[in-house]
């Protein structure tokens, strides 16, 4: 590890500089070097600051307490300023002070606290000195490590052979194949070798929590603030599948936030659970926004119940388990204690879906906003709930794809045991995990530990600011030289804040960038205001995450009001993937990119080059076959001879004539009448109880699978609910798509559930067969009113085997 981490050297003197303490200084570093480490010699406190800015890999600093360019405006030395970076920046890095004639007693107290040792370069030998340096930065390189991670090198660099599965025995099997050699140079060797069976006792069990595994996953609940943490390696689908199969139980009721993963109805589906839904807002642009207070308060719960069929059928009229996503896709994060003890009165579980919120603890402008705040010193009393977060660590902290974690923190009211979550947790894993996986999960987790996590989170808000507030300046900057058409794009977020300090109203673009990325007040939803056009709302129960960043285009706006004309999101992210700009997703008028913490100015200045380009083209009418040629050429006969704006206009007029996102808007709040429980019909669907039935002749029919429908990504029909009618809100909804997916190939949504008819393009949606459901009365209790078929063993065989 030495070898590819460095020493800060921050002193005042070049290294050519002549004198008796430069040239020792040299012979310091000469000796630091031929120890195994780098150096990184710097002669001011901004050189310094701008190796910490972007060098991760130090082991060791060197720090001269009178750096140029001397005092600040507060009175300190440079080097103060320094110290306090390097504590804010790194956990526990040795940090050793230079000092000229002062002594230790005149600094202030804090700094004995920040650094491991002092240096005055002429009262020892080089020799000596860059040894303590050196000795200090070995042991912090074996002490950054998390213990998985840890225990996972120290293995591999035993060079053991191996003589267990997998087969490829650290990747030797490649070596014996062209195209094996191929995948093992690509890949190397030191992937391939940590690539491990579970009999390698030494690292530990996954499913036992023992070893170096175990220690792993309760450091990863002492940082994520956590009472049980377990590590997950197939993504927080499978935690969302898993916490629900443990937390409800056949012909039980939960509660649904209806903006939610498919993931989550698996879970139902999986444990034979009866949903109740709950509805979201939805804004003019179609995005889903949370679930207003309104709707998560115990009457207005009680009244969901009693209007659902399926709860007359359940087991007890008790909930059993409550689960909402937080934050939403669009970046749109509850206070946790407030949602917490609205649904305490109706559930002892609750489950924070927050598979794009891992890093919300590390960063005060989330305080309070995420599921593990939510504990007995913010909710005291018998009434708290169990509360469950499920995380996609991969999504937004730096763990490789499929990494994820379920954090618990359990109340006397509903008691996690371990083992008993331990059975569920096996049900869902793999005896086969790769260790990889495991090590990234671990060391995503040192990495967010003590200051560092912060200033990472830090970093990822302070750029998205930077490129907020930058979208906005453009628009006044063209408005101003009047020399061309105006700037039309945008970026979801109020257009003014208040200074809380002063309660000055401040324009968005000219608010202290300081102000934007540490009040949490800049990014609250304000009740009834029109930026977010989201209904229902209370002071502080909703915040805006600043690092979702949803890019607006011109044509729609958050009240659902349509201009006469409009640039469609769809044209505009084609475009972009043509410059290799692939956003996380797109709506009719709206596209998501994610601020994570890989994010760079370079990176964001690319996206910005790429708007102002599509707006020169679009200004410029450019054809279509320089816009997007890869459209014409496989489409030809459709847009042949078409211009950029020719084309936009074409389709916004359609989506328009369409009101395609206002039928969007009803599917989702006018909710389809629930007939059959969810795992009843995935036993329908896979013993052939199930037809696939178009569009037009779906009325009256009971859905057997899901259907989701990207943009927006959440899924608009449940599996035993039915289409409803001719000219009901989600046959008009389908049927606008579908006719839009048919007028402009190359733009269509992506609809899981769906099957397209090859020769005619309609849309066939997977169906109970009529049979199947003409027994079943309002109830939806297939146990007492379902045609005898159903009951029983029955339930296992299919229709011919009777």
Known sequence: MADSSKVLIAVGAHPQDEGAEAEQLVKICEAIESGGFGVRWTVSAADAEAVLRTEAGLAAALVAWDLPPGRGADGEPAGAAVLRRLGSRFQDLPVFLVMADEGVQELPLWVSESVVGYVWPLEDTAAFIAGRITTAARAYQEAVLPPFFKALRRFDDAHEYSWHTPAHSGGVAFLKSPVGRAFHDYFGERLLRSDLSISVEELGSLFEHTGPIGEAERNAARVFGADLTYFVLHGDSTCNRLVGHFSVTRDEIALVDRNCHKSVLHGLVVSGARPVYLIPTRNGYGLAGPLPPAEIEAVRVAARMGANPLV??????????????????????????????????????????????????????????????????TFPGPGRPTVFATQSTHKLLAALSQGAMVHVRPSPRAPVEHDRFNEALMMHGTTSPLYPMIASLDVATAMMDGPQGRWLVDEAVTEAVRFRQEIVRIHRRIEAAGDRPPWFFGVWQPDTVSDPAGGERLLFDEAPADLLRTEPSCWHLEPGASWHGFPGLTEGYCMLDPIKV?????????????????????????????????????????????????????????????????????????????????????????????????????????????????????????????????????????????????????????????????????????????????????????????????????????????????????????????????????????????????????????????
């Open 312 to 377: 007359r059928g359940a087991l007890s009229p008790d909930v059993a388990y409550a689960v909402f996503t937080n934050s939403t896709y669009d970046g749109l994060c509850y206070d946790a204690v407030a949602v917490a003890r609205a649904f305490a009165d109706t559930t002892p579980r609750l489950h924070f879906d927050e598979a794009w919120f891992a890093h919300a603890r590390f960063h005060p402008l989330y305080a309070g906003r995420y599921g593990m705040s939510v504990g007995p010193e």
């Open 550 to 802: 949803t890019l607006t285009c011109p044509g729609i706006d958050a009240t659902g009001d349509m201009a006469d004309w409009g640039i469609p999101a769809r044209v505009l992210t084609a475009y972009l993937a043509t410059r290799n700009i692939v956003v996380e997703k797109t709506d009719s008028y709206t596209a998501l990119v994610l601020f994570s913490m890989g994010i760079t100015k370079g990176k964001w200045g690319t996206l910005l080059d790429a708007l102002m380009d599509f707006k020169a083209l679009y200004d410029g009418d450019a054809p279509l076959d320089r816009v997007l040629p890869a459209l014409i050429a496989q489409y030809p006969r459709r847009y042949s001879g078409r211009t950029l704006r020719e084309l936009c206009q074409e389709m916004h007029g359609h989506l328009r004539s369409a009101r395609l996102v206002e039928l969007l808007d009803t599917a989702f709040q006018q909710l389809p009448e629930p007939v059959a429980p969810p795992q009843l019909c995935y036993q329908r669907l896979i013993r052939g109880g199930t037809e696939r039935v178009r569009l037009a002749d779906a009325p009256g029919r009971v859905a057997a699978a899901m259907v989701t429908v990207t943009p927006p990504g959440i899924p608009v029909l449940m599996p035993g609910e039915s289409l409803g009618a001719e000219d009901g809100p989600l046959l008009r909804y389908l049927t606008a798509l579908e006719s839009f997916d048919r007028r402009f190939p190359g733009f269509r949504s992506e609809t899981h559930g769906v099957t397209l008819d090859p020769e005619t393009g309609d849309y066939l949606i997977e169906c109970l067969c009529p049979e199947q459901h003409s027994g079943m009365n309002g109830s939806g209790d297939h146990r007492a009113t379902a045609p005898a078929q159903w009951r029983g063993s029955e339930t296992l065989r299919p229709p011919a085997q009777r």
